[in-house]
């Protein structure tokens, strides 16, 4: 049965449906090693974990980091119907984020300097364009040695086709997953990454070859979304990095555009292929809001590198043996839940430890994925809680800048009362601010969703809106979008590792949010919910490997 299309007359046409993998024709692509779940840390340690040989890091890290970043994880198949997931998370199975690296020539390793793009069916890489290598080192000179560049892309019409002008969030939720995916990836290595938000939009562009018109069909193009670099870890010695701020080594989170111009000027190999046959309905308002948050300023900023002891790991937490990388492949999002599991309160306060950035702390000493942003956090959660055991049914708030409650308690309903969570550890700013049954105001908040009332708790994302639209500019508005999607894949994990399921929650009521506690004006906007509980498996469907003899 045909779907209204929102917004507009006419109707959802799944013959629209674009493919969902983008590869350049006319390109060779190399194959990646299939990483085996043994050679990965640890789930709860692998922000820990120490480099591995300087070599055979390099080889592994572009296997593992593309391994976790959206190759398959497994198909599924309901009669003659099959259909691949992915281990990084999207809305509608849809995966509109694509991944590029940017790699040097290293010594004794077969990879020519160059641009390449990940294409997750062959779990391999194609190589866009071959680079000078002297230039490349040039460019990635400021940073460690070894570091490499690593970029996000969107395709919004692969969330546009079926979802209409909301296709724009749900593009930069995704960017957020894939962030976190890319970030924890790398920490199983023992790396480090930091998003270079001092890049003008036009410069990413350049490098990751998406101002290339020529290369892309009508309507299908790809929206550069951000570049990140990443190191090895270990002692930065000035000898590795040339930016300093008196006696503390730093981190650029800038490139050289001068350079990447030069760099664009070679000869690119490939072009897309095409997703749709006919796209029918063009919403123009995701080009005009991509338009307005577009970054035209470029910042020459840096951050001051890891300290000799960095604090990895949030301070409210406990080991799990599960391995890493069989966390990362099971992620699934749950499509009901059953009602009745409880999440015992200790987990949930361990889980609701690991969303913490540790603002207080220096970027790069804050705990892994938060130390991959450059800015203080800007989201916090308004939680509605069913069955969590020790904890009073009810509407919570965790607040992950301490500096920011009085700013939320100014910005909600002044009768509100603040009362800190019996058992919770006073390292954990959260708080109870009604009691009562949520679970029908939550359902209904989340567009008649049974799964945020059936769950063990629910929550609604809080970001600071105007205060930070107007003091950065327009183009942080995909960046509240960004930390929401990091904040959901470590929910979705540390769920995982619960034996629970999780599941992103893209359609809501905002405004019906904020008057529940009273949020004034747009001091605050809701951008994502999520939920949390006991999954419901579907029994109708059969679980096959993602890549055959390949995962032998």
Known sequence: MPLAVPGRTGFLSFALIPARLLFFLRLCRLWLIITMATEIPLYRESAETEPIDPLDR???????????????????????????????????????????????????LDLKAGLYHYAPREHGLELRVEFDAGLVARLLAPFPA?????????????????????????????VGHAMGTARIA??????????????????????????????????????????????????????TVDVKHGESTEIPLFLDAELI????????????????????????????????????????????????IAYHVSPITHHSHQLAGAIIRQRRSAVSFD????????????????VMPAAELPQLDRPMPWDVLPWQPAIHLLLFVHRVEGLTPGLYVLVRDREKLLLLQQSMN???????????????????????????????????????????FSLGMLAEFEGRLREGGAWWYPRLFWEAGLLGQILYLEAEAAGMRGTGIGCFFDDPVHEIVGIKGRSFQSLYHFTVGGPVEDGRLMTLPPYGTRDE
Not at 147 to 174: M, P, Q, V
Not at 280 to 308: F, L, M, N, Q, Y
Not at 421 to 435: D, I, K, N, T
């Open 414 to 456: 002044e009768e509100l009362i603040w009362t800190p969570v019996p058992g919770c550890s006073a390292m954990l700013p959260f708080y109870w601010l009604l009691e009562g049954d949520a679970k029908k105001a939550a359902v209904q908040l989340s567009c008649h969703q049974d799964i945020a009332g059936d769950s063990a």
């Open 146 to 174: 070894q570091s490499f560049l690593f970029g996000l892309t969107s395709i919004h019409w692969r969330e546009a086709w079926k979802y209409g002008e909301r296709a724009f969030r749900y593009c930069n939720h995704d």
């Open 58 to 108: 390099v080889i592994r890290y572009h296997s593992q980091t593309k391994h976790h970043f959206n190759r398959y994880a497994a198909w599924k198949q309901a009669g003659a119907m099959q259909w691949a997931l992915r281990v990084n998370p999207s809305s509608g199975n849809l995966h509109p984020t694509e991944g590029y690296l940017v790699l040097p020539q290293m010594e004794g």
């Open 339 to 354: 009602g009745k599991t409880a999440m015992a309160s200790a987990t949930f306060f361990q889980l609701l430890s690991r």
């Open 186 to 239: 790398a920490a199983t290595l023992g790396w480090n990454m930091a998003l270079l938000d001092g890049v003008a939009q036009d410069t990413v562009a350049a490098l990751l070859g998406t101002d290339r018109a020529e290369d892309f069909h009508d309507g299908e193009s790809e929206h550069p979304d951000c570049l990140a670099v990443v190191w090895p870890s270990g002692d930065v010695t000035g000898e």
């Open 261 to 308: 111009q030069s760099l664009a000027a070679g000869t690119w190999r490939g072009s897309a292929n095409r997703l749709s046959g006919e796209h029918g309905v063009h919403w123009d308002i995701i080009d005009e809001v991509a338009a307005a948050g577009w970054k035209t300023s470029c910042e020459s900023r840096a951050v001051s590198a890891p300290s000799s």
